[in-house]
């Protein structure tokens, strides 16, 4: 066995098995989504904001549309600009020393060298660079859609149909969500900075609140209203 491997062990079975968790997990929301639609509520934000342009351009709702795209680029502005802050914070983290030692003081297991501490660092800076650059995409896209959303119908251009622009909308939401998933994936990786094994266990912990935050809500019947509450108001 490689020295650095052997050195280096339980920090590569835990990271290898965390980012195995990740991505079976989404090749299983991929799957569920091919066999459903509306399986994730990514796919009905999707579904809805592809109506939701065509009843803009159709119904010529320019305020609306105005307004809706004003708020989507405020909420994409503020997480990227979170998310410089966080790479400075980050950056901050590599000075090392006795803050180093410190976050290794829980750490039973993993490796404690300088290397794997900056190789740590290192991938959290890469996802933060990904939520940045995906909101900073997210908020290119959604401008380009407030000027093609209120362009007349009457014009016939065939690239700034309802359904292009339909298109370039949900590619604007597709960069959001990746930029959301960015800041998910944080979590792992900052519990990483305290040993291997809390990587794994947060990683575990991350992927039930995804599940449960990804699936879409299922609408259950409409019920009767209650006797109790009719007695109530009388």
Known sequence: MHPIFS???????????????????????RRKVKKDAT?????????????WVETIMHEKKDIL???????S????????????????GILTLSEGGKLEATWH????????????????????????FVAFFSFS???????????????????????????????HLNRAGKFYSIGMRAYYFIVPLVFWLFGPHFMFISTIGLLVVLYRIDRAPKIR?????????????K
């Open 7 to 29: 050195t280096y062990i339980f920090d590569f079975v835990g990271f290898i098995a965390s980012a195995s968790l990740i991505i079976a997990y989404h090749l299983f929301l």
């Open 39 to 51: 399986y994730t509520v990514q796919a009905i934000n999707a579904i809805a904001r592809t109506a």
């Open 65 to 71: 549309a105005v307004q809706t795209l004003r708020n």
């Open 73 to 88: 680029t405020m909420a994409a502005t503020f997480l990227a600009s979170t998310s410089v802050l966080m790479i400075i």
């Open 105 to 128: 003081a829980l750490n039973v297991v993993g490796a404690t060298h300088s290397e794997l501490w900056l190789i740590k660092l290192i991938c959290l800076l890469l996802d933060m």
């Open 137 to 167: 995409m997210s908020i290119r896209v959604f401008n380009h859609v407030g000027y093609m959303i209120n362009v007349p119908l009457a014009l016939k251009h065939k690239m700034i149909s309802p359904a292009h622009v339909a298109t």
């Open 221 to 233: 019947e409409k019920e009767p209203p209650l006797a109790g509450l009719r007695q109530a108001s």
